[in-house]
């Protein structure tokens, strides 16, 4: 790497390295520093990563990364390809049948256009791509980009790879921002394998490449592209009757007898015409000749003694057709040792194979290496970026016939050897995320002991190499595996470095959970150089956390639309409840109070006009309601405009403030203004009535105590709460209530005739004249409205003195033909 690469530690005795580190001994250690956004990463594989803000100086002269020119084009494109393998080659395999999808994919890929490749596993996919790839090879001006989908499923890592492909920058992550400005520039034309992404994660990527056209290849199976996507589709079906038997021709490298071509159509037939399925059909042929020893040379000679090969061999059949279909098992019977064992291994690990270079320290045999291109010549394996894997199909073939028995300890074996191999100093970052998909099944299948030990190696390499993806999911599975084994150390290397990680990549709340659960963990354990690390990385989060509500606030949802301001203003804290009517108690007989003609009227004060001010929130209350305080009966008579911009009223809004001292007053005019107009028109009513009603019934029983029957109040809502009884007084609400005569104060006081239907009482009262009660006469008006609220306490007015017999002869409710009117 251009990076800070240094090597801590010297091989051990002979030549062989010492364990690898992270606590288990002294090993080697690779130092490496690497720049991530605005952040200087040095990956400490010993006591975990060091994160610290790029220093101005380094930030200000930062060096832009370089285009590739085309010699370092085709070395990268070199590496991205699978290793050469040992041993002879397998033959070649003609492109049949695909010439007018090639020229199609090239024609559209010309006009800048991103093309679909959907085709079932083993169409030639893959084959198609390599064709395509050297017909277009200088259409665009940063050339062909070949990248591998298979596993990816965040459109971020895809681009992260393209980026590499592109620019020249082995030691930089660029942050979010950088990468989506660097990779809207990359013109190229792009042949992404084994597509997994779909939906908005494909819209994402297509949308931060504007200037790439890309050769999708996906099987049926992937998740579709959006509608907007405006992808060419192009499908891949089966081969012919004829193209299958070249095909087969091809791989056997003779002619088919007609037994031979008869078979190969009833195969077509059954599998579809797929080309692996003709490859491996082709491999089972040229096993069946080995066996039956058409190609040997030495076919007419006499076998030794001591030879084991049989005097008379038996004829080997063709293989059934349940058997071409499925040709896996018998596949693998007729190979050597070394690459059935590699199969095995290749089942264990999810059906990654290691790189043939892993196969004889894993199998125990020096010459294992060569059984890749076996395997592959056999149509078992098939190439996966710069990797192999079991092909479409095999892996379960295999299972059911047995190989995946131990699964466990073949992945126990891998994870111990990755574990050394990944820690040993010669291995470079670059070759490690090169096995990236083996080491982290084997990490899956490994016990608890050699899955710490596995991913305490690997992760440093993984960061190092820039394939941060790997290095998330090592980590995790490494914690996990540390808490199951009670490794608290270890535990508390993982949390951190997950935390570092989430720091470089912006995501502030688990980059301090991980780093919390961190240094708590090497708190407990006294490691003091741990535990200042990670809070040197806490300090960090704590600054980013700060500096991103200067800059970017959260986001807020939009308050509602404003209703029309009510002038009175409620004060900020104070909540917002609806006003309760309490309920109206039953009412109680009130004494009749006399008012002179002439005598004037004393106002209510005005301090009890309004005796609550309910703030109005957006629409006022219907027309339909009846108002039942003063205060409403004024503000319906004179409603107030709102106001555009009310002015802020402080939390604690004092007495003497200038709206309610306004609004006390007007209602104060108001109420003055209702009772006076009622004094005039009940003294209007008086002088005109000058008929004398008729004396009310009495009753005959003078034991009997009185009964006084409910009293409705009064039909106005500016008629005042009940008061207690007095010995005379008359009612001020009433104005039809006659004035006192001279000479008429021993009398009672008749009641005022009305106009309505007259009915009598319902209950024939029993009073006693001597203990009768007295009792206001009705208003002549109908009740419209339901009586105040019983908090608003009522208008005190003074009656004037009368004379001490006036209420003892007054009737009651009851006897007055008009009471229930």
Partial sequence: MDGTDRTQGQPGPGGQPMPPGGGAGPGPARIVTLTAGDFSLTVNPVDGSEIEPQRPAVAGSGRRPARRDAASRAARDAAARPPVLPGPPPPARPLLERAEERDRIVRLLGRGRSVRLTGPAGSGRSALLDVVARACAGLAPDGVVRLSGYGVQQPAELLHSLYAAVYDAPDLRPDRTELLARAAGIGAI?????????????????????????????????????????LEEVFLGGLGRADCVLLLEAGTG?????????????????????????????????????????????????PGVFDERPRDPAHVPLPSLAEGAAPAELLASRVSESARAALRIACALGGELPHHAHLPALVGDTHADSAVAELLGCGLITAVGPRYRLAAGVARQLEEAGYGDTAAEEARTAARHYAWWTGHASVTPERVAAEADAVLTALAGADVVAAVLLARTAAPAFAASLHWEAWERVLRAGAEAARKAGEVAEQAYFHHELGVLALCEGRLDRARAE?????????????????????????????????????????????????????????????ITPPITPPVPAPVP?????????????????????????????????????????SQVFEDAFPQEPKPAPAPVPRRPEP????????????????????????????????????????????????????????????????????????????????????????????????????????????????????????????????????????????????????STSAAQSPTAAESPTATA
Wanted: a negative charge; charged letters at 15%.
């Fill in 515 to 575: 780093l919390e659960a961190s240094i708590g963990l090497r708190g407990a354990l006294a490691d003091k150089r741990g535990t200042v690390a990670g809070r040197r990385a806490l300090a960090l989060v704590t600054d980013r956390e700060a500096l991103g509500v200067e800059v970017s606030p959260p986001l807020r949802l939009a308050p509602p639309l404003a209703a029309p301001v009510s002038p009175v203003a409620l004060p900020a804290a104070a909540p």
């Fill in 254 to 302: 003779r002619p088919l007898t007609e037994e031979e071509t008869a078979w190969a159509g009833d195969l077509r037939f059954a599998s579809e015409g797929l080309p692996l399925r003709f490859v491996q059909a082709a491999a089972l042929l040229r096993q069946r000749d080995e066996l039956n020893g058409i190609a040997a040379a030495d076919e007419d000679e006499e």
């Fill in 190 to 230: 792009v042949l992404l394998d084994d597509l997994e992404l779909g939906g908005p994660a494909l819209d994402e990527l297509l949308r931060a490449t504007p200037e790439c056209a890309y050769l999708l290849a996906a099987t049926p199976e992937a998740k579709a592209p959006s509608d907007d996507s405006h």
């Fill in 656 to 803: 003497e403030q200038g709206g309610r001292r306004k609004t006390v007053l007007l209602a104060a005019a108001g109420a003055l203004t209702v009772v006076a107009l009622g004094t005039v028109v009940g003294l209007s009513l008086a002088s005109g009535d000058t008929e004398q009603p008729a004396a009310p019934a009495v009753s005959s029983t003078p034991d009997a105590p009185a009964v006084v029957p409910p009293q409705v109040p009064g039909n106005s809502g500016n008629d005042p709460a009940p008061e207690p009884a007095a010995p005379s007084a008359a009612s001020p609400s009433d104005p039809a209530a006659p004035a006192p005569r001279p000479g008429e104060t021993g009398q009672p006081t008749p009641p005022a005739r009305t106009t309505g239907p007259q009915r009598p009482p319902t209950t024939p009262p029993v009073t006693k004249p001597t203990t009768r009660q007295p009792t206001p006469p009705v208003s002549p008006d109908p009740p419209t409205s339901p009586p105040p609220s019983p908090t608003q306490p009522p208008p005190t007015t003074p009656a004037p003195p009368t004379t």
């Fill in 590 to 630: 009130a004494p009749v109070s006399v008012v002179k003609p002439g005598a004037a009227v004393a106002p209510a004060p005005a301090a009890e006009a309004v005796t609550q001010v309910t703030p109005l929130i957006g629409a006022t209350a219907a027309p339909s309601m009846t108002p039942t305080t003063l």
